[in-house]
């Protein structure tokens, strides 16, 4: 893992989750470069609503694809969203809670630190 990764508060990057492996690199980190059009940068905490908004939205998230080595996901589970995706899901209210600590600095191109304070975990952090 680059050690040059920073999180939204400016510090290094922290793992978002390894069961299951999450990040667009499946390395636990939601680092990113050019080839991730996604943007897969912002570690959420799953919840059932936000899993039933992202199927209706035609992202099933929650099926086993195993040809994929994707094992579904569940509520609790961390996972490295889409940025545009989490963006979307807070204007409808949906969105899962987030990981400052865990979440790529390259999320604040698409979604305010603000937005992701009002739905962090960890938000107690300066």
């Known amino acids: 893992m680059s050690q040059s990764a920073l999180n939204v508060l400016g510090r290094p990057l922290l793992p978002c989750g390894t069961e299951p492996m999450t990040g667009y690199f499946r ?9 991730d059009r996604g943007l897969h940068v912002v570690c959420a905490v799953m919840t059932s609503e936000f899993l039933a908004f992202s199927l209706h939205r035609g ?17 609790g589970d961390r996972w490295c969203l889409c940025a545009n995706r989490w963006l979307e899901a807070w204007m409808e209210g949906k969105a899962p809670r987030v990981v400052l600590q865990a979440t790529h600095l390259n999320a604040l191109g698409v979604v305010t ?14």
């Open 27 to 35: 390395d636990g980190c939601c680092r990113t470069d050019a080839s």
């Open 59 to 75: 992202n099933d998230l929650s099926t086993p694809r195993p040809e994929f080595d994707f094992p579904g996901l569940r509520p």
């Open 113 to 126: 630190l603000d937005q992701l304070r009002q739905l962090a975990v960890d938000s107690s952090l300066p």
